[in-house]
Antibody, heavy 118, light 107 residues
């Protein structure tokens, strides 16, 4: 069974940093591209970043480019999102999701909540 | 970026009714279109990929169709567990983009 478990969320002041993790199990992690997708409270879904299976290709949403860094450790079956210079508009539930065949998101974690507030 | 416009924003359906949700892309996306269902307090679940392919385990009352810029999700025989918010998403070009969502309620 595919499982994605996010962690690392919490309350952080504007301008500070936070690092999210997503532990994967139930599939060969190193074979799949992975993504971070967020959802602000009561709002829709916003793709944040993608990383290919071998980390060769990395993409970011314009809203986070230069502030967030996606990475992965295939030996640890773990996906990361390093977030710096956090803003109030980054407040959201952050999901990790496994890439599907046609750039859809076939499996999602339960999410980890990031709240940026003073 | 490719804009995805969903309609309607919300709708209510009776038990057993058939409903449709539309998704319009701002440019052609060659069927790289997925549909998700999100129930309150839960993560989104993939229903349909490549416009009309049913994800494993999804009931056959869900179906997708369309081409070019226009796509639709049809739910036949509405059930109580079908309540939730539905999103379309294009995977044709980066950045992947989602529609604004359609809230479906049981009448």
């Amino acid at each position: 069974e595919v499982q994605l478990v996010e962690s690392g969320g919490g309350l952080v002041q504007p301008g500070r940093s936070l690092k999210l993790s997503c532990l994967a199990s139930g599939f060969t992690f190193s074979n799949y591209g992975m993504n971070w997708i967020r959802q602000a409270p009561g709002k829709g879904l916003e793709w944040v970043a993608s990383i290919s299976s071998s980390s060769s290709y990395i993409y970011y949403a314009d809203t986070v480019k230069g502030r967030f860094t996606i990475s992965r450790d295939n030996a640890k079956n773990t996906l990361y999102l390093q977030m710096t210079s956090l803003r109030s508009e980054d407040t959201a539930l952050y999901y990790c999701a496994r890439q599907g065949y046609n750039n859809q998101f076939a499996y999602w974690g339960q999410g980890t909540l990031v709240t940026v507030s003073s | 970026d490719i804009q995805m416009t969903q309609s309607p924003h919300s709708l209510s359906a009776s038990l057993g009714e058939t409903v449709s949700i539309e998704c319009l892309a701002s440019e052609g996306i060659s069927n790289y279109l997925a549909w998700y269902q999100q129930k309150p307090g839960k993560s989104p679940q993939l229903l349909i990929y490549y416009a009309s392919s049913l994800q494993d385990g999804v009931p056959s009352r869900f179906s997708g169709s369309g081409s070019g810029t226009q796509y639709s999700l049809k739910i036949s025989n509405m059930q109580p567990e079908d309540e939730g918010v539905y999103y379309c998403q294009q995977g044709y070009k980066y950045p992947p983009t989602f529609g604004g969502g359609t809230k479906l309620e049981l009448k």
